[in-house]
């Protein structure tokens, strides 16, 4: 398992008092387990404080784009190292939905 833990000051964030403070927080774990000699299963958590109330436009407009977006970068990064020659219908599946969903992007 490999779990990140948040920082609780960086020098390169200053309040008005000069002093480094960083109010939010974003705790991530990734375990990978390895089930056989040809399947791994990756978990990834993660719990995000942002250390005060955020406005929903923020979080539906910025935050959760873009955590769904690291989410389907991941999944599509799996997917893609899987051999051809051991590619189930499953997988073909998520492989088309990955390729439309690049595809619809690419024309935005």
């Known amino acids: 398992m490999v779990a990140y833990h948040p920082l609780t000051s960086h020098p390169e964030v200053e309040n008005k008092d000069g002093k480094a403070v960083i109010r939010g927080s974003l705790q991530t774990a990734i375990l990978v387990t390895q089930l056989d000699d040809e399947t791994t299963e990756v978990q990834w958590g993660l719990h995000l404080n942002f250390g005060g109330k955020l406005p929903s436009t923020v979080i539906n407009g910025f935050i959760v784009p873009n955590f769904s977006r690291i989410l389907s970068h991941n999944q599509a990064y799996f997917a893609y190292s899987i051999q051809l020659r051991d590619l189930t219908k ?11 969903n690049q595809i619809k992007a690419a024309r935005k």
């Not at 499953?90 to 439309?100: C, P, R, S, T």
Request: charged content about 25%; overall charge negative; cysteine-free.
């Open 90 to 100: 499953n997988d073909g599946k998520l492989l088309g939905e990955i390729l439309i």
